[in-house]
């Protein structure tokens, strides 16, 4: 059942992507693009998920556990180390360079082409070599 | 500044499709639906089956909408395989596997939990990004 619901989940999100049309990295850099041409439509994405997400979250997350696990994992970490700047900081650039995030190149990934394809799997590797030498 | 392109109506039924989607992964799994740190588990982390079927249903979200309503693809526009596509992506992995999140799992779930670190990660991309489209615009 958890399975089941962790498919119904991504294929919303994947659907919530296309819908509010982050899946176009032209869109994405349009909404960074704050001195020139701006399009401000990542603001209403976030602005309509928060709504929904800082509503639902705290009333979910007091339950004792979640429906189909015996409990919650939640990112206990709450410090600011040299890593949530740098992290970001390098995310940004690439995010900025390129308009695509981990979660529009998943959902563009049978939609877009060669270059999709290239870009999600250098991300991947990336993430797991940078992973390894963390720790 | 001038405002182009804006579609204020799918941005916001959109993200509140991506709002629904986030709770309905926590509600279900308890799990915080950060794509980066979803993707990374599939490699090395002891639950990976939850993760594989959450990003099998995202591919076949886009890849669904996209057959159903037959939208042009404008993402083949401006992508290239090029060395910026190659920069940018290993950039994207390896910050968002050293910050623990992304636009995801700190710009929403983050911030839907009120966290210091997801509001201070979420600042600080948001920034280096409108820094690098207004850098790029120059050179």
């Known amino acids: 059942m958890k399975l089941l619901f962790a498919l119904i989940s991504g294929f919303l999100f994947g659907i919530g992507l296309s819908v509010s049309g982050m899946t176009d990295p032209h869109k994405v850099k349009g909404f960074l693009d704050i001195t020139g041409n701006w399009d401000p439509s990542l603001a209403l994405v976030m602005g309509g998920a928060l709504l929904v997400g800082s509503i639902l979250f705290p009333y979910i997350t007091q339950k004792?556990?979640?429906?189909?696990?015996?409990?919650?994992?939640?990112?206990?970490?709450?410090?600011?180390?040299?890593?949530?700047?740098?992290?970001?900081?390098?995310?940004?650039?690439?995010?900025?360079?390129?308009?695509?995030?981990?979660?529009?190149?998943?959902?563009?990934?049978?939609?877009?082409?060669?270059p999709i394809v290239v870009f999600t799997l250098v991300m991947l590797i990336s993430k797991v070599v940078t992973d390894k030498l963390k720790t | 500044m001038n405002i182009i392109n804006f579609t204020p109506v799918p941005a916001l039924i959109g993200g509140l499709i991506l709002g629904l989607a986030s709770v309905l992964l926590l509600i279900s799994n308890g799990k915080i639906a950060g794509i980066s740190g979803i993707a990374k588990g599939m490699f090395n982390s002891p639950d990976k089956a939850w993760r594989m079927f959450f990003i099998v249903g995202l591919i076949l979200g886009g890849?669904?909408?996209?057959?159903?309503?037959?939208?042009?693809?404008?993402?083949?526009?401006?992508?290239?395989?090029?060395?910026?596509?190659?920069?940018?992506?290993?950039?994207v992995g390896s910050g968002t596997a050293l910050g623990n999140?992304?636009?995801?799992?700190?710009?929403?779930?983050?911030?839907?939990?009120?966290?210091?670190?997801?509001?201070?990660?979420?600042?600080?991309?948001?920034?280096?990004?409108?820094?690098?489209?207004?850098?790029?615009?120059?050179?």
């Open chain 1, 64 to 114: 004792k556990k979640p429906l189909f696990e015996s409990g919650f994992s939640l990112p206990t970490k709450n410090d600011i180390d040299k890593y949530i700047i740098i992290g970001p900081a390098l995310f940004g650039i690439g995010w900025g360079l390129i308009g695509l995030c981990p979660g529009p190149a998943f959902a563009n990934l049978l939609v877009a082409g060669k």
């Open chain 2, 63 to 91: 890849f669904g909408y996209h057959t159903l309503t037959s939208e042009e693809l404008k993402t083949e526009n401006i992508l290239n395989i090029d060395l910026k596509l190659i920069i940018a992506a290993i950039l």
């Open chain 2, 101 to 139: 999140g992304c636009t995801s799992g700190h710009g929403i779930c983050g911030l839907s939990r009120r966290t210091k670190r997801s509001f201070v990660a979420t600042c600080v991309f948001m920034a280096f990004g409108m820094l690098t489209v207004y850098l790029e615009k120059l050179f």
